[in-house]
C-alpha cells in the first residue's frame, strides 16, 4: 500500500530553471494538495485540486503551477526557480473534500534547494 | 477567516513527565480540527481529530486531545512521555478556502517537542 508517493526526495536546482515535483496517491483520492513548509512558518497550502481537472489556488500560488489530468497524479512546476522557493514540499490527499473530517494523507516531502 | 495558534515554539518535558501543547483556533463555524505529527526528514502523520462528535479524542501512541469550545482550544496531551515522542507536532483545522464546499487544512506552526532523560 503505497499512500501518497512524491518524487524526487532532494532536488538543488539553479535559479531560473524549471522543474516538476511528482505527486501520486493510490487510494482513488478526489482532493489532493500542495504544501511547503518553512521553519516557523509551519505548512501552507500552495494548490489543492477536488478533482480531475479542477484545480484552485491556496494561499501561497506565486512561481507554481499545477494540472490535474488523473486522479492519481497532480504534478506541481516550478516554471522560473527562485532561492524564495527554497523549502521542503508535501503533497498531501483524502476523499471528498466536501467533508471536512476526512482525514488528509501526507507524502514524505520533497526537499528543494534553489542556489 | 479560520486559524490556528500553537502556543509555544518549544516544549521540553522529562521522559515520564505530562505532555502538554497548547493549541487555540479561530473560527465563525464549528471547526474540524487535527494533530500531526512530524518525526525528523519525514511526512506528516495523523496522531487525532475532532469531527464534533465526543470532545474528548483519543489518537495513536497514547495522545488526546480535548475540544473545549468555550475556551476555543484543542490541547494535546500524553500522561507520560516518552524518548519516541519527539517530534514536531501541528495543529490544524480544516474550513472552506473559497466557501465552494471544498475544506483545506490550515496549520499552526509547529511545536518542537523535546525529551529529556
Not at chain 1, 2 to 17: C, H, M, N, R, S
Not at chain 2, 5 to 28: D, F, I, K, M, P
Request: charged share 10%; proline share 5%; hydrophobic share 35%.
Amino acid at each position: 500500500n503505497a499512500g501518497v508517493t512524491q518524487t524526487p526526495k532532494f532536488q538543488v536546482l539553479k535559479t531560473g530553471q524549471s522543474m516538476t515535483l511528482q505527486c501520486a496517491q493510490d487510494m482513488n483520492h478526489e482532493y489532493m494538495s500542495w504544501y511547503r513548509q518553512d521553519p516557523g512558518m509551519g505548512l501552507r497550502l500552495i494548490h489543492y485540486s477536488v478533482g480531475a481537472g479542477i484545480t484552485d489556488q491556496g494561499e501561497v500560488p506565486n512561481g507554481y503551477n499545477v494540472s490535474r489530468s488523473t486522479t492519481e497524479d497532480f504534478p506541481l512546476r516550478l516554471l522560473s526557480a527562485a532561492p524564495s522557493q527554497t523549502s521542503v514540499y508535501f503533497c498531501a490527499s483524502s476523499y471528498s473534500s466536501g467533508a471536512p473530517g476526512n482525514t488528509i494523507y501526507f507524502g514524505e516531502g520533497s526537499w528543494l534547494t534553489v542556489v | 477567516a479560520q486559524s490556528v495558534t500553537q502556543l509555544g515554539s518549544h516544549v521540553s518535558v522529562s521522559e515520564g513527565a505530562l505532555v502538554l501543547l497548547r493549541c487555540n483556533y479561530s473560527s465563525s463555524v464549528p471547526p474540524y480540527l487535527f494533530w500531526y505529527v512530524q518525526y525528523p526528514n519525514q511526512g506528516l502523520q495523523l496522531l487525532l481529530k475532532y469531527t464534533s462528535a465526543a470532545t474528548l479524542v483519543k489518537g495513536i501512541n497514547g495522545f488526546e486531545a480535548e475540544f473545549k469550545k468555550s475556551e476555543t482550544s484543542f490541547h494535546l496531551t500524553k500522561p507520560s512521555a516518552h524518548m519516541s515522542d519527539a517530534a514536531e507536532y501541528f495543529c490544524a483545522v480544516r474550513h472552506s478556502y473559497s466557501g465552494a464546499g471544498s475544506y483545506q487544512l490550515t496549520f499552526g506552526k509547529g511545536t518542537k517537542l523535546s525529551v529529556i532523560p
